[in-house]
Nanobody, 122 residues
Framework: VQLQASGGGLAQAGGSLRLSCAASGGTFSKYAMGWFRQAPGKEREFVAAISWPGRDTTFYGDSVKGRFTISRDNVKNTVYLQMNSLKPEDTAVYYC???????????????WGQGTQVTVSS
């Protein structure tokens, strides 16, 4: 499975951005999809994950609950991360990821996208 992330950029604190991740080369519906992020000098952090189609189960990291929303479009083979009320501490490289298990995806992934930079200014 190949994952191509896009949509990063510069936002002001309190603003919004939407990330997209297009999947190809596999059966999209087999996989739970998610997002991780890594800021300079910090460990990779789980952000959000969504189950395979039909269950609509989502998990979020504590630092983004209530501000970020993950969704997927199974026709377009794309997963989205809507980020609202952005904070400077959200600044990081964001990676989309896939794994057949939603629970496992909260800690690790079998497939990774290339990363997209999100920078939030104060």
């Amino acid at each position: 499975v190949q994952l191509q992330a896009s949509g990063g950029g510069l936002a002001q604190a309190g603003g919004s951005l939407r990330l997209s991740c297009a999947a190809s080369g596999g059966t999209f519906s087999k996989y739970a999809m998610g997002w991780f992020r890594q800021a300079p000098g910090k460990e990779r952090e789980f952000v959000a994950a969504i189950s395979w189609p039909g269950r609509d189960t989502t998990f979020y990291g504590d630092s983004v609950k209530g501000r970020f929303t993950i969704s997927r479009d199974n026709v377009k083979n794309t997963v989205y991360l809507q980020m609202n009320s952005l904070k400077p501490e959200d600044t990081a490289v964001y990676y989309c990821a896939a794994h057949e298990s939603l629970v496992v995806l909260t800690t690790r992934a079998d497939y990774w996208g290339q990363g997209t930079q999100v920078t939030v200014s104060s």
